[in-house]
């Protein structure tokens, strides 16, 4: 009696193990290609770009370290305001008189504001 439950315990775990297993490795292959996503590397690449940016930078030193932004405004902007309102406050009170941005991956921004001289003056990246 206790050899036939033993077997059964035995024999319900290396069943529930093979039908498990395909699907552990089915998770596991969507991390790791999560992690490999071209477009997450990019923005990983970039983030250690941008923190090497340092308030008085001339924009085209600038420029030539993270590449065109994709776009230039007068108002500072992240990707979201909500959770970033210390930000939105440095950009304010800071001497910036426009700010270029760099739109990474979902809605991931990184925003640099220049001064009349242009030269950095908010260095702030935000998003979901």
Known sequence: MKRTRAAIIIASIVLAGIAISPLSLSLLANVVSFWRDPDRVALRE????????????????????????????????????????DAYERAAQSEAQYYLSW??????????????SNEAVVVESGGT
Do not use: C
């Open 46 to 85: 970039f983030k250690k770009d941008f923190q090497e940016v340092a308030i008085g930078m001339r924009r085209q030193e600038v420029e030539r370290h993270l590449g065109a932004p994709d776009y230039t405004s007068d108002e500072f902007h992240l990707g979201q305001r909500e959770g970033f309102e």
């Open 103 to 116: 739109h990474r991956w979902i809605d991931y921004v990184f925003t640099i504001g220049f001064n009349e």
